[in-house]
C-alpha cells in the first residue's frame, strides 16, 4: 500500500474526520456559541455543520499549507507504516488497529502538525514519542484504548482529543497547565474528583469535550468536578443506558453546553433537571444543545418548565424521540430570557393521542422564535391568545392548508416558513396570512402549492415583501393571487408556461424569479416597474424580444441562461442589446447557446452571426437587381465592343456543323469524290481567296476546287461546273456584292443548289466576305436571296481576332478523313 500524498488534501476529508471537523469549528466558535439557526435550512442540520466544519477544516488546512497530506484510513494497519514521506505535515491513521506509536515512528517526521490516530486500539502513550514532533498541534487519540499516558504534551499543541479512550480519572496532569495554546481538549473517565481540572484552570480553552460513556454510578455518592474557563462544554454520555449521571459540574462562564445521548423516562427525569441545575446557574449561559434525545412527553415538558427560568438563551434539541404517551401536562410560560427553541427532527413512538395536548404546548411557549422541523406534526394550533412569536418555522412537517386559518392572535408574526408541508391551495395560504398584520417574509416552497382551482381575489397580508412559492405546482394565474407589496417573489420551479395579460400591479416587485418554469417569452415590465432582477434561466424562451431592455427600464440584473434559443433573424436584435448591457446579465456568455437550427446548436450566442443581408429582405431584393444590373450592363458592354452576338452565332453554327456532318453515314459518300470544297467566288474576290480561303483550308489537308486551276480545258464551262460540282463534296460561295454581279457565279451557284437538292445532303456553304444589302440583290437571283435568308452563312469578320474561330468554324464542315479519288 503505497500512500497517496495528496488523498487527504481538502476536499477528501473522510466523513470520519468530520466530527473532528465539527469539533475543529466549534474551536473556532469563539466567543459567542451563538447558535441563532434562525434562517438556517433545516435539512439534516447536522450534515450543514459537518459541511459547515469540511469547508471550515479544509480552508484552515489549505491556508496552514498542510500538504502534503498523507492519509492511511481505514486500512487495517496494526503499526505505523516505516516509509512515510519525512516532510508529512498532516497525517491521518484513523480506523485502524494500531496498537502502539513509538518513538522511531513519527520522530522522522519533523514538519508533522496534525495527526489523527481516533478509532484504533493503543493503550499506552508515552508523550515523549512526539518530543520531535516540535511543531504538533493537532492530536487526535480519541476512541482508543488508553488507560495511562505519561507526561508531557507537545507545548505547541492547540488540539488534544484523548476522548473515549479507558481511563478511570481525567488524565490531567500538571503539566498540561504548559499547553498555553490549547484550544480544545477531549477527555474522558468513568469516575471524577472535585480538582481535576485544576492543572489547566488556568488556560483559556474554548472547547472541553467530556466523554462520560464509561461512567457509572456509584450508590448514594454524589461526585463534583470543578470546570473553569472553558466556553464550550460537551458532555456525551452512552447511548443505551438511561440517564444516571451524579456529577456535580460546576462551571464558570460556560457559555455554550452541549449533551449528547440523553435516555430518560418518568424514573430519571429529575436526575437530569438536578445534573443541569448547577450548570445552567452562571448567569452568562447562551446556548444549551442536546443531541439524540429520548424522553416521555412528561419529562420533555417538565425539563421545559425547568429551563424557562434559567438563563439560556437558546435551546436547541436535535433528534428528539418520544416516548410511552403523550397526554395534557401543565405548562405555564413564565417570563423568560429564552429567545428560540429549535427541535429538529422528532421521532413520535406514540401513536394515539391527543394532537392539542402535543401543540398546545408549543403555541404557549411566549418566545419569539420557534423551529419545529422535520416531525410528523400535522398541525400547529392557533395561539389562544396575543402571541409572542415573531418568527415560526416548520420547515418538513406534515401541515395541511387548515394550518393557522382564522388565526387572530399572531399579530406580531414576521417570519413564517412553511418549507416542505402539505399545503395544497394559494387562496388559503393567503387567508392564512389575512390577520398576520407584521408578516414579511413568507416562505411555502416546496409544497403542492396550485392556484388554478379558484378565481376569487387572495386576501394577502399587505405587509407580505417576500414570498417564496417556489417548488410547487403553479402556473400563470399565480399572477392573478399575489400580495401588493411584494418585493421579492420567488416562483422558480413551477409550471407557468405564461405570464397573463391581467395580472395583480406589483408595483414594488424588485426580484422575480420565475427560473425553471415553462415561459416562452420575456416578461414585460409593464405591471412590474421596479424590476431590477429578473431570474428566467432554465425556461423555453426561444426568441426573446428586445424590448424588454426598453420596457424594463430599471434591470440590474437578468439571467436568462439555459434557454432554447433559436439563432435566426429574429434573435439578432436581442444579441446586439445583450452584448451592450453585458455587465448586467448573469451567466453571459457561457450559459446562452443556440438550440435551432441544428447546425449552430451548442453555438454560444456571443458568436452567433447573420449576414444582414440573409435577414433584410428589401435589401436582398436591392442587391440582386443591382447585381442583375451590372451583369446586363457587362452583356451589353461585351456586345458593343467585342461583338459577343457574332462569336455566339459563330460557335452555334460550328456545334450544329459538327453534328451534321457526324450525322452522314461516310459510306454514303463513298462515292467517286475527287475534292473536298468547290469554290465559287469572282475574280474581284479571288485576291482573298488565294490569300486566306486556300492556305487556311489545304493547311488541314483539305482539298479544294478552284476553276482556274482545275477546270478541264476543252470542256465548256457549264460542263465544267456541273462535272465538278458534283465530284465535290462540299460547294462554298464567297458572296460578295461583287459575286451578285458575276453571272458565272450565278449558275455555279443554281447548280450547287440543284445538287443540293437532288441528293438531299447539305452542301452548300456560304461565306458572307462583305455585307450585300438585302435590296441590292437583283430579283432575278431569287434563289440567292431565299438561300440567304433560309440558311445561315458565315460572315468574314474584319477583326482579325476573330479569324481563327472563323476557320475552325469553316473546317469543322468537313470530313477530312474522306477517301477521295485521285483522278
Ligand atoms: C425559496 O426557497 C428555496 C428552497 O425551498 C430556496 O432555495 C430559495 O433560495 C428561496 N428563495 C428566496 C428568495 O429566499
Given at each position: 500500500m503505497k500512500p497517496s500524498p495528496s488523498s487527504m488534501s481538502k476536499p477528501a476529508m473522510s466523513l470520519n474526520s468530520c466530527k473532528n471537523a465539527v469539533k475543529m469549528v466549534l474551536i473556532l466558535w469563539d466567543s459567542r456559541c451563538n447558535m441563532t439557526r434562525d434562517r438556517e435550512p433545516i435539512v439534516g442540520s447536522f450534515h450543514v455543520v459537518c459541511i459547515l466544519a469540511l469547508i471550515v477544516g479544509s480552508l484552515m488546512q489549505s491556508s496552514d499549507e498542510l500538504?502534503?497530506?498523507?492519509?492511511?484510513?481505514?486500512?487495517?494497519?496494526?503499526?505505523?507504516?516505516?516509509?512515510?514521506?519525512?516532510?508529512?505535515?498532516?497525517?491521518?491513521?484513523?480506523?485502524?488497529?494500531?496498537?502502539?506509536?513509538?518513538?522511531?515512528?513519527?520522530?522522522?517526521?519533523?514538519?508533522?502538525?496534525?495527526?489523527?490516530?481516533?478509532?484504533?486500539?493503543?493503550?499506552?502513550?508515552?508523550?515523549?514519542?512526539?518530543?520531535?514532533?516540535?511543531?504538533?498541534?493537532?492530536?487526535?487519540?480519541?476512541?482508543?484504548?488508553?488507560?495511562?499516558?505519561?507526561?508531557c504534551p507537545v507545548v505547541s499543541l492547540k488540539h488534544l482529543d484523548l476522548s473515549f479512550n479507558d481511563f478511570d480519572v481525567l488524565p490531567v496532569y500538571k503539566e498540561f497547565g504548559n499547553l498555553t495554546k490549547l484550544s480544545f481538549l477531549g477527555l474522558s473517565a468513568t469516575k471524577f474528583r472535585h480538582l481535576d481540572l485544576l492543572p489547566v484552570a488556568h488556560l483559556h480553552l474554548n472547547y472541553i469535550l467530556l466523554g462520560l460513556v464509561g461512567y457509572h454510578v456509584k450508590d448514594g455518592e454524589t461526585e463534583s468536578l470543578q470546570v473553569l474557563n472553558t466556553k464550550a462544554l460537551h458532555l456525551v454520555f452512552h447511548q443505551n443506558s438511561l440517564f444516571s449521571v451524579q456529577v456535580n459540574i460546576s462551571v464558570n462562564a460556560l457559555r455554550c453546553l452541549q449533551l449528547s445521548n440523553i435516555k430518560l423516562n418518568d424514573g430519571n427525569c429529575q436526575k437530569l433537571i438536578t445534573f443541569l441545575l448547577e450548570l445552567t446557574r452562571g448567569p452568562s449561559l447562551l446556548n444549551l444543545t442536546l443531541y439524540h434525545v429520548e424522553t416521555t412527553w412528561k419529562c420533555l415538558v417538565k425539563l421545559f418548565q425547568f429551563l424557562w427560568p434559567r438563563p439560556v438563551e437558546y435551546l436547541n434539541i436535535y433528534n428528539l424521540t418520544i416516548i410511552q404517551s403523550i397526554n395534557y401536562e401543565n405548562f405555564t410560560s413564565s417570563k423568560t430570557v429564552l429567545k428560540a427553541l429549535t427541535i429538529e427532527h422528532i421521532t413520535n413512538q406514540v401513536f394515539i393521542f391527543s394532537k392539542e395536548a402535543l401543540y398546545s404546548v408549543f403555541v404557549n411557549m411566549n418566545i419569539r422564535k420557534l423551529t419545529i422541523a422535520d416531525t410528523p406534526f400535522i398541525h400547529m394550533l392557533c395561539p389562544p391568545s396575543p402571541s409572542t412569536f415573531v418568527f415560526l418555522n416548520f420547515t418538513q412537517n406534515v401541515f395541511t392548508d387548515s394550518v393557522f386559518q382564522d388565526c387572530p392572535t399572531l399579530k406580531r408574526l414576521q417570519t413564517l416558513i412553511l418549507q416542505k408541508n402539505g399545503l395544497k391551495n394559494l387562496f388559503k395560504v393567503a387567508l392564512m396570512t389575512e390577520n398576520m398584520a407584521s408578516l414579511e417574509t413568507l416562505d411555502v416552497s416546496l409544497n403542492s402549492l396550485d392556484s388554478r382551482a379558484y378565481e376569487g381575489t387572495c386576501s394577502w397580508a399587505e405587509s407580505i415583501l417576500v414570498l417564496n412559492l417556489s417548488s410547487n405546482v403553479l402556473t400563470g394565474s399565480v399572477f392573478r393571487c399575489l400580495p401588493p407589496k411584494v418585493k421579492v417573489l420567488d416562483l422558480h420551479n413551477n409550471r407557468i408556461k405564461s405570464i397573463p395579460q391581467k395580472v395583480i400591479k406589483l408595483e414594488a416587485l424588485q426580484e422575480l424569479n420565475v427560473a425553471s418554469n415553462s415561459l416562452m417569452e420575456l416578461p414585460g415590465c409593464g405591471a412590474f416597474s421596479s424590476l431590477s432582477v429578473l431570474a428566467i434561466e432554465h425556461n423555453s424562451v426561444s426568441l426573446p424580444s428586445a424590448d424588454f431592455f426598453q420596457s424594463c427600464q430599471k434591470i440590474r440584473s437578468i439571467a436568462a441562461g439555459n434557454n432554447p434559443f433559436q439563432c435566426t433573424c429574429e434573435l439578432r436584435e436581442f444579441v446586439k442589446r445583450i452584448g451592450q448591457v453585458s455587465e448586467v446579465v448573469e451567466g453571459w456568455p457561457d450559459s446562452y447557446s443556440c438550440d435551432f437550427p441544428e447546425s449552430a446548436q451548442g453555438t454560444l450566442l456571443q458568436d452567433f452571426h447573420m449576414s444582414p443581408l440573409s435577414c433584410d429582405t428589401g435589401l436582398l431584393i436591392v442587391t440582386i437587381g443591382a447585381i442583375l444590373l451590372v451583369l446586363a450592363a457587362f452583356v451589353a458592354f461585351l456586345c458593343y465592343c467585342l461583338d459577343l452576338p457574332w462569336y455566339l452565332r459563330m460557335v452555334c453554327q460550328w456545334t450544329q456543323t459538327r453534328r451534321r456532318a457526324r450525322n452522314i453515314p461516310v459510306e454514303e459518300l463513298q462515292r467517286a469524290l475527287q475534292f473536298h470544297a468547290f469554290v465559287s467566288y469572282s475574280e474581284h474576290d479571288s485576291a482573298w481567296v488565294k490569300n486566306e480561303l486556300l492556305p487556311n483550308l489545304e493547311k488541314d489537308g483539305i482539298r479544294v476546287c478552284l476553276h482556274e486551276r482545275n477546270f478541264i480545258p476543252g470542256k465548256s464551262i457549264v460542263e465544267n461546273i456541273i462535272h465538278f460540282i458534283e465530284k465535290s463534296y462540299k460547294s462554298i460561295f464567297v458572296l460578295s456584292p461583287h459575286f451578285i454581279q458575276s453571272e458565272w457565279c450565278h449558275y455555279e451557284l443554281y447548280f450547287a443548289h440543284h445538287n443540293l437538292f437532288h441528293e438531299g445532303s447539305d452542301n452548300l456553304i456560304l461565306i458572307l466576305l462583305e455585307p450585300i444589302p438585302q435590296d441590292n440583290i437583283p430579283n432575278r437571283y431569287h434563289k440567292l436571296r431565299a438561300l440567304m435568308t433560309q440558311r445561315t452563312y458565315l460572315e468574314w469578320p474584319t477583326e482579325k481576332s476573330k479569324h481563327g474561330l472563323f476557320w475552325a468554324n469553316l473546317r469543322a464542315s468537313f470530313i477530312t478523313k474522306l477517301a477521295l479519288s485521285n483522278e
Open positions: 500538504e502534503p497530506a498523507v492519509d492511511y484510513s481505514d486500512r487495517n494497519l496494526t503499526h505505523v507504516p516505516k516509509d512515510l514521506p519525512p516532510r508529512t505535515k498532516a497525517l491521518n491513521l484513523s480506523q485502524n488497529s494500531i496498537q502502539e506509536l513509538q518513538m522511531s515512528d513519527v520522530s522522522i517526521l519533523l514538519e508533522l502538525r496534525v495527526l489523527r490516530l481516533s478509532h484504533n486500539r493503543i493503550q499506552k502513550l508515552d508523550f515523549n514519542v512526539f518530543k520531535f514532533n516540535r511543531e504538533l498541534e493537532y492530536l487526535d487519540i480519541s476512541h482508543n484504548h488508553l488507560r495511562n499516558i505519561s507526561c
